[in-house]
């Protein structure tokens, strides 16, 4: 890692290590992970006792990189150590590497250069969920996701969340609001389907099965941004309809197999039901093409 890139990340991990870290001297004998200080430079340590992070949100490891990852250990060594903390003469927890780890398994090593620390629970999640931040191919939902749990988990105000991953308050605020889109946006999201520029602007549009619709024509027309953005200001500036006599709201049961429906054909569908228990679903088509796509998912 550069020094650049390592200063990119002072306000994260450096900042949550605070004091603890102290510079041991060199070892002359390799592999005895019984004497390491709790707080150290690198070290090598034993990979049979390391045990992975319970905190670490990352749960899915391409397999293939692992793998291009494990032949240059074979190669190169592993240049950048991992980081763990010691619980016991003979037992360490990883803080973060764990990809490197893996890879180092599957290299075939026995031992690993580990940097050794000491942090408590709040401490370990907080490192783990940075590190995870700060991968290179973490989609936007990741992000977001693990923004969500360090507020959440570690009692972080937004403000404090964003010095610890040094990005301002609102690159913070933006990447929450994601989590607020329809489960359907955000796997798009996820999946690169649609950018951050998409999702910015379904974000201002306030009504969820609108919000649905606008991406089912992104999907469909591989619309632009800039297009995006011009269908929502143009739907913003229709008129809103009023009616004398507003009906009856609908039982959360009843207003979630709305939703469910919603998004499930990416329009608004509407779910009426009078006291007796009858009523009628409405699902609404804009264009010929559109009743099309609603007949094939209903296998008409």
């Known amino acids: 890692m550069s020094a650049e890139k390592r200063n990119a990340l002072g306000k994260g991990l450096s900042a949550l290590l605070n004091d603890s870290v102290s510079v041991l001297p060199n070892k002359n004998e390799i592999g005895t992970s019984a004497d390491v200080n709790a707080m150290g430079s690198v070290n090598e340590i034993k990979i049979a006792e390391i045990e992975v992070n319970p905190f670490q949100p990352r749960t899915d490891f391409d397999q293939d990189a692992l793998a291009e990852l494990a032949d240059s250990i074979k190669l190169q060594g592993l240049i950048q150590p991992i980081t763990v903390r010691k619980v016991n003469a003979h037992k360490f927890q990883l803080i973060s590497g764990e990809r490197r780890l893996r890879?180092?398994?599957?290299?075939?090593?026995?031992?690993?250069?580990?940097?050794?620390?000491?942090?408590n629970d709040q401490q370990m999640l907080e490192m783990a969920l940075i590190e995870n931040i700060q991968r290179e191919n973490l989609n936007a939902i990741e992000v977001a996701l693990s923004f969500q749990r360090m507020i959440d988990e570690c009692s972080l105000k937004q403000e404090e969340l964003g010095e610890r991953v040094s990005k301002n308050r609102s690159t913070v605020t933006n990447y929450l609001r994601l989590l607020k889109l329809p489960p359907t946006i955000q796997a798009s999201i996820r999946d690169n389907q649609i950018s951050m520029g998409h999702a910015k602007a379904l974000i201002s549009v306030a009504d969820p099965a609108k919000q649905l619709y606008i991406h089912q024509q992104i999907i469909q027309h591989e619309l632009s941004v800039?297009?995006?953005?011009?269908?929502?200001?143009?739907?913003?500036?229709?008129?809103?309809?009023?009616?004398?006599?507003?009906?009856?709201?609908l039982s959360f049961q009843v207003q979630k197999i709305q939703d469910d429906l919603a998004s499930k054909f990416s329009t608004n569908v509407k779910l009426k039901l009078n006291s007796q228990g009858k009523g009628s679903i409405e699902i609404p088509f804009l264009s010929e093409d559109d009743l099309n796509r609603i007949l094939e998912m209903l296998d008409w």
């Open 226 to 249: 800039r297009k995006v953005e011009e269908m929502v200001r143009e739907m913003q500036k229709a008129p809103v309809k009023k009616e004398g006599k507003q009906p009856e709201p």
């Open 103 to 119: 890879a180092s398994k599957l290299a075939g090593l026995t031992q690993i250069p580990a940097y050794v620390r000491t942090a």
